[in-house]
């Protein structure tokens, strides 16, 4: 029983370093540029400057072939030339937005060079019909294209032949000879140098970030890539401004589209090593500069359990780092080991994602724990790398008595090692019925300036959302004698430089009763866990009570420094 033979899948053609590389990139060289304009060069700015310019121009070419042999040789090349190795090096979006235009330059070149091969042509027969001409040409250049690439290299080589006998000839009369090309020239130029320049910058960075999966045959200093990428940039301004800031422009504008596509690519590029290793640099610096409560920054750790029923809570969360700190959303799973984590990845997943549809400034982390207390406990001990530990912990209120047992050992637990307690429960009035004031209940100095630098960071953090919002400090005094305490409080404004409005209130009624009264429709409300008759966290009851007494309606917080747990308390 005979069976046929399957067929070989064609091999792709390939036309060697000969005809591939070597004679294409000659015939580059002695093209229009070198014909038309060499001599045009000379004539003005004499024959030493125009030989500096040239070796300005080879150094560039040479530092950028380098830079790309480098590149290449790390990566197995396929179709896309210059697109494919920047969307591979620095991602999708920015080698779209240099592929693109370089695209654009190559299509422009046609036409540039067919308006050279005319221009030539009426040098030596000056009544040709440029147009009809040119039409011509492009046909032709139409149908070797059609036919096939190989038809196009044997084509090169009858080029070449032709030019090394014209060329002496040729050198002598053209450099008068200044026309179309000079509007051409431009666009070409600025988006090839554009693709150079980033070619070197790819090169330079792979190798100062070094992944380990930088492995190129071909090794370049970073040093020579970066002079290449600075070489082109400078070279960009030197040659027409207007023409470099609007190729910058056409970049930086297709950037922008590719970026919010959200395209989603198969590969990785440099730009997380980057991070890395700037974050590296970063985490190390910051460890061995000097810690000082001036230097204070928001790293908030929020345990959120599902962020998609706690809206409310991860939006103030959001204001509150407001762009200055780091936020850490995460939720504790509780169980046995065995059920529990084989739905680790599914929720870290579900965390990750909400991050991003919410365009949230915030890294997502799920822990297994047999229980909550021991969860918060593993948080805070291993969540973080150095300075970068979290300082401050947010927890949603929460009204189920089952949960208030593990809710108060947690609470204890936090400051116990040493971290800042925010309690935060939602508003149940509406945003229009509650006045634009952010009340900071005062009781003393110790904990004085974290509530005031918090109601100051919702501001600064809400991106505008409550720029008629106005901060009111407040402090229940007994008498008369209480002033002078209480001027300590203005004292501490004025040091930390926040806009507030003071207000020293005068009364021998339980401060509860107070401050429900007098920030009844206040939409922000900060204020220290036991506050006298307003317990805090440490007692279930008189959180009840604080709940029920102290939050109608608004926003609550209760902020706590762990500078303020004392023995007894």
């Keep these: 029983m005979s069976r046929?033979?399957?067929?070989?899948?064609?091999?792709?053609?390939?036309?060697?370093?000969?005809?591939?590389?070597?004679?294409?990139?000659?015939?580059?060289?002695?093209?229009?540029f070198m014909f038309l304009r060499a001599g045009w060069v000379v004539g003005n700015a004499g024959l030493e400057q125009a030989l500096i310019i040239l070796c300005v121009a080879n150094a560039i070419t040479l530092l950028t072939s380098l830079s790309l042999s480098a590149v290449a040789t790390n990566i197995r090349v396929k179709g896309g030339?210059?697109?494919?190795?920047?969307?591979?090096?620095?991602?999708?979006?920015?080698?779209?937005?240099i592929g693109l235009p370089l695209f654009f330059a190559q299509a422009v070149s046609v036409a540039f060079y067919i308006i050279g091969f005319v221009e030539s042509l009426q040098f030596l027969f000056p009544n040709l019909p440029a147009?009809?001409?040119?039409?011509?040409?492009?046909?032709?250049?139409?149908?070797?294209?059609?036919?096939?690439?190989?038809?196009?290299?044997?084509?090169?080589?009858?080029?070449?032949?032709?030019?090394?006998?014209?060329?002496?000839?040729?050198?002598?009369?053209?450099?008068?000879?200044?026309?179309?090309?000079d509007l051409?020239?431009?666009?070409?130029?600025?988006?090839?140098?554009?693709?150079?320049?980033?070619?070197?910058?790819?090169?330079?960075?792979?190798?100062?970030?070094?992944?380990?999966?930088y492995r190129p045959t071909f090794r370049v200093h970073w040093l020579s890539s970066l002079l290449g990428f600075a070489g082109c940039l400078f070279v960009m301004f030197l040659l027409n401004v207007v023409a470099t800031i609007g190729s910058i422009i056409v970049i930086a504008g297709i950037y922008v589209v590719l970026k919010r596509r959200e395209y989603k690519t198969a590969?990785?590029?440099?730009?997380?090593g980057l991070w890395f290793a700037i974050a590296r640099f970063g985490l190390l610096k910051l460890a061995a500069s000097q810690q000082h409560v001036r230097n204070w920054r928001p790293v908030l750790l929020v345990l959120v359990g599902n962020p998609k029923s706690r809206l409310g809570m991860v939006d103030v969360a959001d204001r509150l780092e407001a762009r200055r700190g780091l936020l850490v959303l995460a939720q504790i799973i509780t169980g046995d080991w065995q059920?529990?984590?084989?739905?680790?990845?599914?929720?870290?997943?579900?965390?990750?994602?909400?991050?991003?549809?919410?365009?949230?400034?915030?890294?997502?982390?799920?822990?297994?724990?047999?229980?909550?207390?021991h969860g918060v406990t593993s948080l805070l001990q291993v969540l973080g790398v150095g300075a970068l530990d979290p300082n401050t912990v947010l927890v949603g209120w929460s009204e189920d008595a089952l949960k208030r047992t593990q809710f108060v050992g947690a609470v204890q637990r936090i400051l116990e090692l040493e971290r800042n307690l925010l309690v935060y429960a939602e508003p149940e009035l509406p945003p229009h019925e509650l006045e634009p004031v952010i009340d900071v209940w005062w009781r003393a100095r110790i904990n004085g300036s974290f509530m005031p630098t918090l109601a100051h960071l919702l501001i600064e953090g809400?991106?505008?959302?409550?720029?008629?919002?106005?901060?009111?400090?407040?402090?229940?005094?007994?008498?008369?004698?209480?002033?002078?305490?209480?001027?300590?409080?203005?004292?501490?404004?004025?040091?930390?430089r926040i806009e507030a409005g003071v207000e020293i209130l005068i009364s021998e009624r339980p401060p509860l009763e107070v401050?429900?009264?007098?920030?009844?429709?206040?939409?922000?409300?900060?204020?220290?866990?036991?506050?006298?008759?307003?317990?805090?966290?440490g007692e279930s009851a008189g959180h009840v009570r604080a709940r029920g007494g102290c939050a109608q309606g608004k926003h609550l917080i209760l902020a706590k420094s762990w500078h303020d747990l004392h023995p007894g308390e």
């Design 339 to 373: 059920k529990t984590l084989p739905r680790q990845a599914g929720v870290q997943k579900a965390i990750e994602e909400f991050i991003q549809e919410n365009r949230l400034s915030a890294v997502g982390k799920t822990v297994l724990s047999d229980a909550f207390v």
């Design 462 to 496: 809400s991106e505008g959302r409550m720029r008629d919002h106005r901060i009111r400090v407040r402090r229940i005094i007994a008498d008369e004698a209480g002033r002078e305490e209480a001027r300590a409080m203005q004292a501490m404004l004025a040091e930390v």
């Design 515 to 537: 401050i429900a009264e007098k920030s009844a429709l206040s939409d922000f409300f900060v204020r220290r866990p036991g506050h006298r008759g307003c317990r805090g966290p």
């Design 267 to 272: 590969w990785g590029d440099e730009r997380s």
């Design 81 to 97: 030339g210059a697109y494919f190795l920047i969307s591979r090096n620095l991602g999708l979006e920015i080698g779209g937005a």
């Design 184 to 213: 051409i020239a431009p666009i070409i130029t600025m988006f090839f140098l554009a693709a150079y320049g980033t070619v070197n910058f790819v090169a330079g960075l792979s190798r100062l970030v070094s992944n380990p999966s």
């Design 131 to 181: 147009r009809e001409i040119s039409v011509g040409v492009l046909a032709v250049l139409f149908i070797i294209a059609w036919v096939g690439a190989e038809l196009a290299v044997r084509t090169q080589y009858v080029i070449m032949a032709a030019l090394a006998l014209a060329l002496s000839a040729v050198l002598a009369g053209l450099c008068l000879l200044i026309g179309k090309l």
């Design 4 to 32: 046929e033979a399957s067929p070989r899948p064609a091999e792709p053609l390939k036309f060697g370093t000969f005809g591939g590389v070597f004679t294409p990139n000659l015939l580059t060289i002695l093209g229009v």
